[in-house]
């Protein structure tokens, strides 16, 4: 009997025990990505289509930030070197380099007629002149700006004559914003103020538990569309893409696939308003896609 009741006893928790471990697949099989815990994840935004892709070079795997040069080329950085790495998309290979400083953490280019603008996470920021030829004078620039701000986009805000600059650190007067600054391209001056402000308590952020508020949005770059004149910024730790208004509040949000986008670092844009994001690879080279967005209000 102790035995028949001890198989019957096995039968019974292995059923038991089957049954949990079913509920447990089938929850996380029916899991939307959205949990609003630590661990939470959030399904990619299906208004989010990638039309091109190219793989860049083995030297640039860690590229950082993009600028459109028109006829198959892009101007790119990678966080390790000071310098300009001229891409071409129809050859798949590096065109030219123009070197303007030694190796560092470079994280975002902006293109202003013929000069380049480059920033490092310090904050400081480099002129390189007439990147299409081979005289090229560089410049650098004294920043209000530190290594703790974490400076990682730059864009070009031709409308009002200035670079913007997004940091993805912290603030050392507020934990409840991180600021945007200008650099003014006429004075050559950065603002010690920001010129405005992202909220770290908006309400269409994702809400994923964090141990400092920090963390909850880390831009890391930031550019301007040249038809709309809306401001886009993508985030590589929780890949991300926004729209914002001029004054900085998020107009939209797209969360972006983890495997298609590993860490979109860069943003560029064609005249006509073509959208590309460049990633960071891994395993992967790095990338530079051609971005379509659906629904954009």
Same mark, same amino acid.
Do not use: M
């Given at each position: 009997m102790k035995t028949i009741k001890g198989m019957l006893l096995g039968v019974v928790l292995s059923t038991s025990l089957f049954g949990c471990d079913?509920? @447990? !697949?089938?929850?996380? %099989?029916?899991? $939307?990505?959205?949990?609003? #815990?630590? %661990?939470? &994840?959030e399904a990619a935004s299906p208004a989010v289509a990638i039309a091109q892709k190219w793989d860049v070079p083995e030297i640039l795997r860690e590229v950082s930030g993009i600028v459109y040069l028109g006829n198959n080329q892009f101007a790119c950085v990678q966080d390790e070197a000071g310098v300009i790495f001229l891409y071409n998309t129809q050859t798949g290979t590096i065109d030219r380099q123009i070197t303007f400083a030694a190796a560092g953490d470079y994280e975002g280019i902006a293109l202003v007629g013929n000069n380049a603008y480059v920033v490092r996470s310090d904050g400081q920021l480099f002129e390189v002149t007439n990147i299409h030829t081979s005289q090229n004078q560089v410049t650098?620039? /004294?920043?209000?700006?530190? =290594?703790?701000?974490?400076v990682e986009g730059l864009g070009y805000d031709q409308k009002n004559n200035r670079l913007l600059l997004?940091?993805? %650190? @912290?603030?050392?007067?507020?934990?409840? +914003? #991180?600021? &945007? +600054? !200008?650099?003014?391209?006429?004075? #050559? *001056?950065?603002? #010690?103020? /920001?010129?405005f402000k992202l909220d770290l308590k908006d309400p269409l952020l994702f809400q994923k538990k964090q141990k400092s508020l920090s963390k909850v949005w880390q831009p890391s770059e930031i550019a301007i569309h040249p038809v709309s004149g809306d401001i886009y910024l993508t985030e590589a730790s929780n890949p991300q893409l926004f729209i914002l208004h001029q004054d900085g509040k998020i107009k $939209?949000?797209?969360?972006l696939s983890k495997s298609e986008f590993y860490k979109p670092e860069?943003? !560029?844009?064609?005249? =006509?308003?073509?959208? +590309?994001?460049?990633?960071?690879? *891994? $395993?992967?080279?790095?990338?530079i896609l051609k971005v379509t967005l659906k629904d954009v209000r």
């Open positions: 079913a509920l @447990q !697949a089938d929850a996380r %099989g029916n899991d $939307n990505g959205k949990k609003g #815990k630590k %661990g939470a &994840v650098e620039f /004294p920043s209000v700006l530190t =290594s703790e701000h974490n997004a940091i993805k %650190g @912290q603030e050392a007067n507020s934990a409840t +914003y #991180k600021g &945007v +600054y !200008a650099f003014d391209l006429s004075s #050559k *001056k950065l603002s #010690k103020d /920001p010129v $939209n949000r797209f969360a860069g943003i !560029a844009f064609s005249p =006509s308003g073509d959208l +590309y994001i460049s990633n960071e690879g *891994k $395993n992967d080279a790095g990338n």
